[in-house]
């Protein structure tokens, strides 16, 4: 696996992380065996940063990691963890975003990990408005100063959010969606983010399973997965849910790109590799349901950059087919 310094942390992490939703709720049944062997799986394959949220399952997700910890512990201070606060309760909106709530999720993450300190800590997809306001920096640098977290950054849903937070004091790392059939962070965020060393995780890199090619027109999903109840952005937002495409429209756009994956690899490869080859990103954290996708997932890390020829390809292809289905702000 080969690795990238995170950001200003100066950190190296394994490019291909592992985003860890998938092991908490929100998308269909998965037992706590299936995901610690998931994770165990991940660091097998060269994994070093798992990403993860205190609401993933409520507190599932984190406990999961903690457990992966405590029985791997050669895993220990050398995964990267990457958690996120904003979206729990209680105290719940908005007095998660006050001194106080900041505070007590943070204690709750810590204890679950069962780490001293948070490795990273990023606000999840919080209101813009409330950003803007800039207190829950401030919280965020007393929390460094005190030792609680190494780092903080922003989970991010749109470009206008990602080109003010990149600008914060402190900021270590910004998460986007980031994909082929969101390609806007390339114009709007890579040059800034790169200036100021900030470093760039990138979700929905397969938009949701769309970009692992094996998704059908008409196919349903289960009743708490969010592929089903947020289909449309009925819950959180649009983007978040296949890209902010319309899931019949996202099926005909990945099987268009079918013809264009060389010999040997799969979508899921082509389409990781694609994100990988954009130097401002430092970690993809696709998520896995099984070790068998964690493995595959990894595969991107040792394959050939795609070319100049196919990137303007599908530079043409976003811009021609797909960017104006994209629903939500973005
Ligand atoms: N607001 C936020 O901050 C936020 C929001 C969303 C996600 N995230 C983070 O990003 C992580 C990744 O989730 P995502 O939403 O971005 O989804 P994603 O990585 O784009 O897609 C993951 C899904 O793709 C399918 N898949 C995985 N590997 C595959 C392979 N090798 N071949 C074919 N299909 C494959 C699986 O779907 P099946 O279940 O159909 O097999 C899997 O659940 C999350 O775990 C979380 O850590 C953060």
Request: net charge positive; aromatic share 10%.
């Amino acid at each position: 696996m080969n690795t990238r310094i995170f950001g200003r942390t100066g950190r190296a992490v394994g490019e291909i992380g592992l985003g860890t939703w998938q092991l908490g709720a929100g998308w269909g049944d998965v037992t706590d065996e299936v995901a610690l062997a998931t994770l165990r799986a991940a660091w097998d394959a060269g994994t070093t940063l798992f990403d993860t949220a205190d609401v993933y399952g409520m507190g599932r997700s984190e406990t999961l990691i903690g457990k992966f910890l405590r029985e791997t512990p050669a895993a220990r201070g050398k995964v990267y963890v990457a958690t996120k606060l904003g979206r729990f309760s209680p105290p719940g909106w908005p007095e998660n975003f006050t001194r106080t709530g900041v505070r007590q999720h943070t204690e709750a993450s810590l204890k679950r990990l069962g780490v001293d300190a948070l490795d990273l800590t990023q606000f999840h997809c919080i209101p813009f408005d409330v950003l803007k306001k800039g207190e829950v920096f401030e919280h965020a640098r007393e929390l460094k100063r005190e030792g609680k977290i190494r780092d903080f950054g922003v989970s991010v849903e749109s470009m206008e959010e990602a080109d003010f937070c990149v600008r914060q004091e402190g900021v270590a790392a910004l998460q986007i969606i980031f994909n082929i059939f969101r390609q806007k962070p390339i114009a709007t965020l890579f040059a800034e983010a790169k200036k100021r060393n900030v470093a760039l995780l990138v979700r929905l890199p397969l938009a949701s399973g769309l970009l692992g090619g094996k998704m059908k027109k008409g196919q349903t999903f289960p009743a708490n997965d969010h592929r089903n109840f947020n289909r449309d952005g009925q819950q959180f937002n649009v983007g978040e849910t296949f890209a902010g495409l319309p899931f019949e429209k996202g099926v005909e756009l990945a099987d268009a790109l079918k013809s264009l994956v060389p010999a040997g690899e799969t979508l899921a490869d082509f389409s990781l590799r694609w994100c990988l080859d954009f130097d401002a990103v430092s970690v993809l954290i696709p998520g896995a349901k099984n070790p068998e996708q964690a493995r595959a997932n990894t595969r991107a890390s040792s394959l050939a950059p795609l070319g100049a020829a196919l990137h303007a390809k599908l530079e043409e292809f976003y811009a021609r087919e797909v960017a104006a289905h994209i629903r939500g702000a973005y």
